[in-house]
Structures are given as structure tokens and as C-alpha cells.
């Protein structure tokens, strides 16, 4: 990995986020929905995850299975889920609706008594071997809203994992899109060689106090380009940001 200077970025800086440079690696070349759904089945098992779904949040009009973009769901849920219209109840999108933060789905809150509906959706997805989550919400400056939620029984998520799997879901998620829904080119001198440093740096899991170290600026600086980079790859957080700065190659790890 180099910054965009053409510096060596040291190992130890980004440890926690191999696996995520790995995923990107594998699936930057994939050119169908179909491989990139086996690369991400076969990355994300290593945390644990089973299943996963990468759908957009239907507007009260819309059916939840008419905005499913990819899926690796047991068979029977996806059809009860869809059938109850589920999403309607569930505790995990409501929070998605509400946050631009990654979550476990033990997060999502709901009241047993009050709101049963939602206990339903929890308690049947146990029979499908999904009792426990991760979930990344995905809003786009247009208002549109999606998220990335995967689950396993035996998960393995410690703290230094969760950026890593944010990258990764966020990347996958990009990837998809521009797959299905091809966006413009960008021209490689988009961003200014400050935006793609501190890009860089943000990939390898460094604060903004940490990058403004390391370049000899101020941490409001680094600030100052990251939201200038968001603004100009029309990201709504960093980790979109990095992601599509890495899908148009305007950065490298």
C-alpha cells in the first residue's frame, strides 16, 4: 500500500483492515452480480456470517422483495419475510432508517410488549439459523436509502473487525451498484493529492488527529479534505468515500 505521493505506508498502520484490502482486491475485477456474491459468501464466513442481503428500504408503496438487490438468505425466510411484509416491523431496518452508523443487530431496540410484531421477526429468524447480525445503513445524498445486513450463529466480530467489515460492506456495495447501474467515469486528478492522502490514511484506519500527525497538519485540515472528497465523489460518510475512491482507482492499497 502507498499513499498517493507514492510513499510506503507502514504495515503495523493497517493491520485491522487486511481483510478488507484482501476482499477489494478479489472482487475489483469481478463483473457479475453472481461472483461477487460468492466472493463476498466466502470472505464474510471467516467472521462467522451465513447469510446476507444487500437491499434497498422500500417506501411504504414499494414490496420489500421489488428492491432486494443481492441475496444469500435461506429460501423459506426470504419467502415468509417478504410474504409477512416484515420489513415493515423489523427492528434492524427501523434502525437503518435512523443511523448512518454500523450496528450489531442486538442494537436495534424494540419493546417486547408493544411492539410484537418486531419480537416476531426476531424470534423466526432463529429457525433459519440467524440470531444475530451486523448491519451497515446505506444513504445516498438523494435521500436514497439501503443497507448491507449479514447474520451467522457463531459470530466473531471483536472491535478490530468492525472497520474492516464496514470497508468491506460499503466496497461490495459500490461494486454491485456500479454493476447494475453503471455511474460515470471519474478523472483521476478529481480529488487533489491531499483529498486522496487523507483518503488513504482513513482506508488504514487512522483518525483525523492520527493523519494530521503523521502529514504535519492541522486535524481540522484533515477534516477539511475529507469533506471536500465526500463532496466530490458524492459519498455521504468516509467509508463511502474510500470506497468509491477505490471502486474509480483514484486510490490504492
Partial sequence: METPLGEPVPHQ???????AFDFIGSIENLTSSEDIMTAIAKSFAIFGFENFI??????????????????KWP???????????????DPVIRLCRNTVQPFEWSEAPYNRDREPR????????????????????????????????????????????????HLMSMYAFERVRQILDPLPCRKVDLLTPREREALVWAAAGKSAADTGDILGITERTVTAHIVS?????????????VARALQYKLIQV
Fill in 118 to 165: 418486531a419480537a416476531e421477526v426476531m424470534h423466526r429468524a432463529r429457525d433459519f439459523r440467524m440470531p444475530d447480525g451486523f448491519c451497515l445503513p446505506i444513504h445516498g445524498i438523494s435521500g436514497y436509502e439501503a443497507c448491507f445486513s449479514m447474520s451467522g450463529v457463531d459470530l466473531d466480530l471483536p472491535p478490530r473487525a468492525k472497520p474492516a467489515l
Fill in 75 to 89: 429460501i423459506g425466510w426470504f419467502d415468509i419475510y417478504a410474504k409477512e411484509d416484515y420489513v415493515r416491523a
Fill in 54 to 71: 444487500i437491499t434497498g428500504l422500500p417506501n411504504p408503496r414499494e414490496r420489500f422483495e421489488k428492491v432486494v438487490i443481492l441475496k
Fill in 229 to 241: 472528497a465526500c463532496q466530490k465523489l458524492e459519498a455521504t460518510n468516509k467509508t463511502q468515500a
Fill in 13 to 19: 498502520c493497517y493491520a485491522h483492515a487486511t481483510e
